[in-house]
């Protein structure tokens, strides 16, 4: 699983730096090795698949950051919400069944960008 935040910076200042260097390594690592994988597995029948998260209501985010934290994340967001961790079960419950005839494929969870 990756999340959103590596790719868009989460919505904070200064963390851009940081999010150029976990998007590097996701690209390095999720992508590349879930696309070679992928690959190769499914001449055995298994499929690779990748989960991408968005934000997720948790108690995490529920316990601490700045006031109106939550608010000023869901206006960037398509769908003007946080995503239930239900929603990312359910994602990933698809991912792993047979409905799912794909393979290298990311999906992300994250209510739009």
Do not use: Y
Request: net charge neutral; charged share 20%; with cysteine.
């Amino acid at each position: 699983m990756s999340g959103v935040m590596v790719i868009t910076g989460g919505g904070q200042s200064g963390v851009e730096a940081m999010s150029a260097a976990r998007l590097q390594r996701m690209f390095a690592t999720n992508l590349l090795g879930a696309f070679l994988c992928a690959r190769e597995a499914a001449e055995e029948g298994i499929r690779v698949n990748c989960a991408r998260p968005g934000l997720v209501h948790t108690d995490l985010h529920a316990s601490g950051g700045e006031p109106n934290r939550i608010e000023r994340l869901h206006a960037g967001i398509a769908m003007k919400r946080g995503g239930e961790p239900e929603e990312v079960a359910r994602a990933v419950l698809w991912l792993l069944s047979q409905e799912a005839s794909c393979t290298g494929a990311i999906l992300d969870v994250t209510g739009g960008r």
